[in-house]
């Protein structure tokens, strides 16, 4: 689906991809906790399509056949931006997409999807049917933590226990602004690895969490952790380097 009815003279426009589930049904997130696989996207169909950018809502935690998973029930629109390779004219996009849906049991899907803006000069805030529900979807995605008055107060990396019993852990402290925490979330992303649930530790106020999460995999993941942190409608992300 489209938010405007044309091209327009902009070097982009905003997309998204819509996914209307059964109830009962869910979709994961792109990066789906210990079970699950993220949406595959492949643009390569496409014309006067330089790039495309997809922005992923808050999801939420489920739990399929006693794995737990992240991503979205019901309904979900995935923010997309179109960077055009010849700004003005005509855009063509054709998306092959493999998700996986899921109820008892889990399913992959294929999608052939395709949609045409026409060159036409859009007038001055014209918006499709579309401009309002993918805006809302947009504004569930999570920003940068700083700007909810967010920080990293640490992160370490912990070992415990021998042998067979030995585990990798991660452990993250965060610290909210001026408004306490009131129920927050952390999900941990690394390349090429998996972490286990983000279990909250006891903090000593509103104002301070501890998590503590397993590594997936031996070794040390290589490259920055993405950390987002979802507290009811607040969603916050950070950057920050593999602790040692």
């Not at 992923?56 to 931006?81: C, N, Q, T």
């Not at 998996?194 to 290589?222: L, N, T, W, Y």
Request: charged share 20%.
């Amino acid at each position: 689906v489209a938010a405007t009815p044309a091209t327009g003279s902009s070097d982009a426009v905003t997309l998204g991809l819509e996914i209307k589930l059964e109830p009962g049904w869910k979709t994961y997130w792109r990066a789906p906790g210990e079970g699950g696989m993220p949406p595959r996207f492949d643009w390569s169909g496409s014309a006067n399509l330089a790039g495309m950018a997809v922005s992923w809502p808050a999801p939420k935690r489920f739990e399929i056949g006693g794995m737990e998973s992240i991503g979205y029930a019901d309904h979900v629109i995935l923010p997309l931006e179109a960077k055009l390779a010849r700004p003005g004219e005509a855009l063509a996009v054709k998306l092959a997409l493999r998700y996986a849906v899921c109820r008892e049991i889990c399913m992959l899907v294929e999608a052939d999807l395709a949609l045409d803006l026409p060159a036409a000069a859009a007038q001055p805030g014209a918006q499709s049917e579309h401009a309002a529900a993918i805006a809302r979807f947009q504004a569930r995605v999570p920003r940068p933590g700083a700007e909810h008055g967010w920080r990293i107060a640490g992160i370490s990396r912990k070992t415990m226990g021998e042998g067979s019993e030995r585990r990798d852990l991660v452990v993250v402290d965060v610290a909210a602004g001026a408004a306490p925490f009131e129920a927050p979330e952390l999900l941990i992303e690394g390349p090429g690895i998996r972490f286990g649930k983000a279990m909250e530790k006891p903090a000593q106020d509103g104002s301070h969490r501890r998590f503590v999460a397993a590594i997936q995999a031996s070794g040390a993941p290589a490259g920055d952790l993405v950390l987002t942190l979802i507290d009811g409608k607040r969603a916050g992300t950070f950057t920050v380097p593999v602790p040692r």
